[in-house]
Every structure is written in structure tokens, then in C-alpha cells.
């Protein structure tokens, strides 16, 4: 079972037909700007130029020609090729000055031609020579058969080719002029030898490209010279195509012959041999030459090999471009611009009467609104930013402030003992409700709590004992500190606006409370000099006690708390 998941997860990986999943931006694949817009459109119209360049040399018929000549191996590669009317033709004329002679020129030379064979067997060299007839259409002699078969080189085997020879009249059947006669007709003796030759016309677009041409050899003769020529005879090829479409589609193949001139030499007549001697040789270089036209294929391979080049290169110039307007634009839509940060409106352009100055603001102008626009966007952008740092700035000190300020009066009154808690509740609520003058709201009392409340009864006989208490308390801790900062305020500086009391950790250096109203401070003051022997307070004088009377009075107050 998990070798078929596994078979099955790769079969799915292969998917090449797979739906399309991405994100679109305003119902688009891709963020469209002017920019992108602008190099698209000179992207598309360099892409359509150079594709009319490409079908142009396509209507003009705009070709490759490759040529490629190799040599075939005659041992292994054992060919003949065979010449006929259809590939091969040859002619030839003799002439001389001489009138006479011209006329009668059977009686000075025989011409043969024919095809010699050289064969090597058993150690023999056989030699034949078949010669054809010859027939005179106007003033050349030119075969009335032709057909043979041209193979191998003088090294080879077996060697088979054509032959013209020009030689001395010898013959029996027919009366010759004398070797005097026969020399003077040689010393003036001329031929020319035609053949046909094919070649490869590249500019030709018909059917069969080949051209057909007649190769002329010239030569003269003399009486004591014997002449030998070689010409070698080659197959080759001509492949190509005509198709508008593809160089693929209807490819021709075609086979022609062409002849070259090799080499000559020359040497001393001796009796035998021929005056002039021409041999057409099997030529082993083999040429093939290849038309390849410019075809529409071409043109759109060469336009869409083009257009991925011109993509990657205009991809990779714009992609920062393009990214930075497309947070631009984003941006631009989450926030508003403020008007106050607008600078086109105190950008003022004087006005003129001026043609020239009119002239060149109008060719400006667009360029100075998209600027003023950019400006402006870019300006609100920073203001909302600015803006919207310092809020959270402020919001952020406020909370750290509520933070530390809950923390620090949260230990400042939990660190004060309990017994001095709830003689501070207790005088506060003495001094509340015993201040005519006071507009402390009474709810304050609510937070005022004392655990075991003194009767109505017993308030008044323990008034005097517990605020007798609480001053030499507040007597001995300001014995303590002899100087005291005059920025520090008075017993009522810690009472909220809410009518809440909070006692702070500051009362090491004196017992403050935050007053509501200012007229509070003429009931209470403290006057501290020197050495403070004496404490007023709502009228009564409290002179300062030891610490053991202190002593003896808290234990008593806390007695009769208890009952």
C-alpha cells in the first residue's frame, strides 16, 4: 500500500495540465503601471519591425549555401559511374590553315575515341580499347553511341576510362600522304575538344537548378611531340528545397557531372605512340552543395528566439521599477493625503503675457504635474506615517506610565504595617468630617474602611487620645529629617481626582496627602523650625512627648480598638 501512494504521488507530480492557482490584483494577474505600459508597447513594436525584416528576406528569397567536398575510397567504395546522352556528351575538330590539307585530313591523321580498359590478372596487365563510331553533325565529330562506364584510378585494379587519340594515317584501307606530308600537315594541326559540363546554378529557384555548359579544351600538335591530357570527370550533388514554409518539406536531391582539367605532359614522338592523346578520368572528389532558402520558419524562429532575449533582459530592468509602483500604488490607496502637505498649492507660477514662456510651459506641463503629483503623494504618505509614530508613541508612555504608577503606589501603601493603615484612616476620617470648610465629597469615606468601628458614643472621648497619637508619631519621623525641600507638598497632595486615597512610598520623608481644594490647606499646616517642640493643629497645641508616653498611648488605643 505505501509503494502505491508513493507511485501515485510521482504520477502526480508529473502533472503538466494542472489548474492555474495564483492571486490577482483588481482582478488581474499582474500590476498594470504607465511605465510597464510604455516599455510593452516599444517591446511590441520592435518585435513586429524585426519580424517584417525577417518575412522581407523571405519574399526576397534570401539563401545559405553550403558546399562540402569529400574523397571516396575506391577500395571499399567500388562505383562506376555511367555516362549516356542524358549526363555526357563530347565533340571534337581538327583544323589547319592549309586549305588543301584541310579538306583532305583522313589522308594525314586518324581520329579514335573510345573507351580503354586497364585490368591487372594473374600478375597480366590486359589492355582493350572499344571504339566508337563517329559521325559529323556540320564541323565536329562527336560519337554516333555513347555509353560507358568511368571507374577506379591508374593504381587500381581494375581501370576503366574514355579516350581520344590523334595519330599518325596508317592505315591499309586507305591511301596515305608521305611522312613528309604527314609532318608538315602535323606542324599545323589544331583541335578543339567540346564536352559537356554541369554545374549548379544556387539563384535558380526552379525544378531542376542545373545548368548545362559546353567546356572547351584547346590544343596544337607537332610533328615531333607526342601530348598527353588528363580530365577528370566527378559526380556530384545539389540539395534544396523551394518550400515558402520549412526547409523540410519537398527536398530535392539532384545528380550532376562536371568536368575540370587535371594536368598534361608532353614528350619526344617515338613510332607507336599517339601525336595527341586525351584522357577522361574517374575523379574519386565527390562535391555536395546544399541550398537552404530562408524560409517562414526561420523568420519566426529567429522573431521568437528575439522576443525571450528582449523578455528576460526588459524582466530583469523593470522588476525594481515595477515593485516600487506597485507598493507605491498601494500605499497610495490605504492612506489619504492631507491637504496642509499639498505643495502645489503654494507652488505658484507667475503668470505672462510671454509667447516663448508660454510655449515652454505648456511643453512642461505634463512633466511638472506628474512630478507635483508624485511630490504630493509622497509628502502625505510621510505625514500619515509621522503622524500616526507619534500617537503610538503616546499611547505607549501612557500605558509604561499606568504601569509603573500602579506598581509603585500599590507597594507604597501595602508597605506601609497595618496598625499605622488604620490609624491614618482613622484621622483622615476625624479630619473629614471635623473641616467645616471642606468640600471633600463625603463618599471618600467610603474607602475610609476601619475594621472594628468606634462607637458614636466612644468617637468623642477618644478623639483627643488618638489624634495625640498620631501627631507624636509624625513628631518623631520629622525629628528625623531636619530639612525638609520646599517643593514637597502639603498632607493632601495624594488625593486623587477621583476622591481616592493613596498613600505613597515617599512617606519615609513625611505622611503627604493630596488635597482637593485649596481652601483645605488653612485647617491643616505643620510648621516645622529648627527643633520643633510644639505641633498645632484645628486650633489645639500638642506639645511633643517622649517615646516612651508614644509607647504607652499606642498600646492603649490599640486596646480599646480591640473592645
Known sequence: MPRCVKLANIVQSCDQFGHTISLKYKNKPTHKSLFGGVISILYALSIFIFLMMQLKRVVERDNTIQITSYRRNVISDQIEYHMTFENFDIAYRLMVKNKTIEKNLERYVKV??????????????????????????????????????????????????????????????????????????????????????????????????????????????????????EVRLSQNFMVFSDSWFSNQMYLNNITYYSIKYDINYSGKYQYGNSVLTYYILFDEQVTTTIRQNYTIADALVSTGGLIGVIQVFLIYLTSFIQEQLFEFNILSELYQIDSKYDLSQSLKIPKTNSIKENSQIQKYDFRLKGLMKNIKNRVGFLSNLIEYQELQDKTQMVNTNNQQSGQKNKFGWMSIPELQRKQLKSFLNLIIKNSDKSEIDKRILKNLEHKNQIKQDKRSSHLLLLKKNFLANLNQKLDQHDQISQSQTSLFDYIDDNDFLQIDELDIKGVIVKQKKSDMENNLFVEKKSSINEVSFDGLKFNKESQADITNRELIFDQQLQD
Open 112 to 229: 579514335s575515341m573510345g573507351v580503354f580498359i586497364q585490368e591487372w590478372k594473374d600478375d597480366f596487365y590486359i589492355s582493350n580499347f572499344v571504339q566508337f563510331p563517329l559521325k559529323i553533325p556540320g564541323i565536329y565529330y562527336c560519337p554516333d553511341i555513347l555509353d560507358f562506364k568511368l571507374s577506379g584510378l591508374l593504381s587500381s585494379k581494375i581501370t576503366k576510362q574514355f579516350q581520344i587519340q590523334v595519330e599518325r594515317c596508317d592505315s591499309k584501307n586507305q591511301t596515305c600522304e608521305s611522312e613528309k606530308e604527314i609532318d608538315f600537315a602535323l606542324d599545323q594541326l589544331e583541335m578543339s575538344l567540346v564536352m559537356l559540363n554541369q554545374i549548379p546554378d544556387v539563384n535558380d529557384f526552379s525544378n531542376n537548378p542545373i545548368k548545362t555548359q559546353l567546356k572547351l579544351l584547346y590544343a596544337t600538335t607537332a610533328s615531333s611531340v607526342s601530348q598527353t591530357f
